[in-house]
């Protein structure tokens, strides 16, 4: 008979968030527009013209939110910091109403024995910035390192866990080269200098946070396992295109110094060369990785689907979300155990992992029952507990997301929340999926069944 699963000894459990998609108020007390404040209120970008102006009200009502993390038994929260909040102009002057914003939160969690863990930027670059050539523009690493000291300085002694960037490859992908996000540029040749610019940021928020920090910092990235359509030749090197744009693009560089060779293979003429130098700056050595995992991608060559040439291949014998990704929670085994052997045994954490499906615009009887969210998780999870006995130094999960908020380009009609919120009333309802990973977390994973078989632990494709 197998043993109960059961995680280490000090893992996180805990939930995220982000910014602008839950604390609405991006203008108050004399903060700053961001790209998303513009982008959102230009007709026709996101559904139904949707806006982040009241989101979930998280700005005012962050008290109340805490204490609904802890009675969940979050012991982490991961949330992001609204740069033009601290920084109105992007740089220079402190906005003192701001930083007092995230100096509250801090505070607030503590009280509740909650452990902070702060993304620096989850895609809300100041407007101010990008009128300055935002992501493309080099001096930006410059700019990024000195309001990561700015908040290092203010928050250092209260945070132990630090993030630079929350996945570079969506800032690129949707902002500079297919326009679905901010700033909604449309440009195969931008894409490539926003990817590196963003990457010498995070080496120099790394260096400026040695100076001041005595905790750990780390990188987040979305990874996405890819698994041949066939063994053609044709999709396998279509697999090993869109491995390298999705996954190796901004793992390579930081971990080893250099592009994945694939990189001029898909953008042709548009890659840039790059200083030696700047890799000096992109390999600063940081302390963790953080790894946001949603679903895979089972690839075939596809002329026409520009720059990759590789589509994915939908999956009938699998269940799809709202966002129509497929479930496959032993894509997260593998893309662990990936990382693992590909760039060496780093502590890991679980950033998000979460799943879109439908849920009443209203609690019925005062619950919000999901139970194919509570089977995602259930599976996710045996899925995390699973990389941990095949020896991969896992530290915490954050579920995606606290919180029903705003979807980005999609505005309100995709809910991702453990907590159910009313868009009229803004009234909180957790739901069946935080009850049940309320049990998990007390439980310390026991409630998650026995430790399943060797055999069912599936491998990297890759």
């Given amino acids: 008979m197998s043993d109960p699963i059961r995680f280490p000894e000090g893992f ?57 993390m802890a009675d ?10 609204a740069w033009g909040r601290v920084l109105p102009a992007g740089r220079g002057k402190v906005n003192p109403a701001g930083l007092g914003f995230y100096e509250r939160l801090v505070d607030r969690l503590l009280e509740h024995g909650i452990q902070p863990a702060v993304t620096l930027y989850h895609w809300d670059l100041p407007a101010a910035l990008d009128d300055r050539g935002g992501w493309l523009n080099p001096d930006i690493a410059e700019w990024f390192a000195d309001y990561a000291q700015v908040m290092f300085r203010a928050l250092g002694d209260r945070v132990p866990l630090w993030t630079t960037l929350n996945e570079p490859w969506v800032i690129t992908d949707g902002g500079y080269l297919h326009g679905a996000l901010a700033p909604g540029h449309r440009s195969l ?7 590196h610019n963003l990457l010498r940021a995070h080496g120099a928020a790394v260096r400026a946070y040695r100076a001041e920090g005595k905790h750990r910092i780390g990188l987040v990235v979305n990874l996405e396992p890819k698994y041949p359509a066939s063994q053609s030749a044709g999709d396998q090197a279509a697999l090993r295109r869109a491995d390298a744009y999705m996954n190796r693009q901004y793992l390579d560089p930081v971990f080893h110094g250099r592009y994945p060779d694939e990189m001029r293979e898909i953008f ?15 390999q600063e050595p940081f302390d963790f990785l953080g790894i946001n995992y949603y679903t895979r991608s089972v690839i075939r060559h596809d002329d026409r689907a520009l720059p990759v040439r590789a589509s994915a291949v939908r999956q009938p014998q699998h269940p799809y979300t709202e966002t129509d990704w497929e479930v496959y929670p032993e894509g997260l085994v593998a893309v662990l155990t990936w990382v693992k052997h590909h760039y060496g045994d780093m502590p890991l954490y679980i950033t998000e992992n979460g799943a879109a499906y439908y849920d009443a615009p209203r609690p019925v009887d005062g619950r919000v029952d999901d139970p194919l969210r509570v089977h995602y998780f259930h599976e996710h999870l045996r899925a995390a507990h699973a990389a941990i006995r ?7 999960y954050f579920a995606w997301s606290l919180l029903d908020n705003f979807e980005w380009s999609l505005g309100y009609s ?10 009229e009333t803004l009234r909180r309802t957790p739901k069946s999926s935080a009850r049940f990973y309320a049990e998990v977390i007390r439980s310390g994973g026991a409630a998650l069944g026995e430790t399943p078989s060797r055999r069912t632990v599936i491998g990297s494709a890759r």
């Fill in 72 to 81: 969940l038994g979050l012991n982490a929260y991961r949330f992001s910091i």
């Fill in 189 to 195: 040749y931008e894409a490539p200098i926003a990817s």
């Fill in 390 to 396: 095949e020896g991969v130094d896992l530290r915490g």
């Fill in 414 to 423: 995709k809910r991702f929340g453990l907590v159910h919120v009313d868009y």
């Fill in 12 to 68: 996180l459990w805990g939930a995220a968030t982000s910014a602008y998609q839950i604390e609405g108020s991006p203008l108050a007390d004399g903060a700053g527009p961001s790209i998303w404040e513009r982008f959102v209120h230009s007709p026709g970008l996101t559904a139904s013209g949707e806006t982040g102006d009241l989101a979930c009200d998280h700005y005012r009502r962050y008290a109340s939110d805490v204490r609904l």
């Fill in 268 to 282: 042709g003429s548009a890659w840039p060369d790059h200083p030696a130098a700047d890799f000096d700056l992109i």
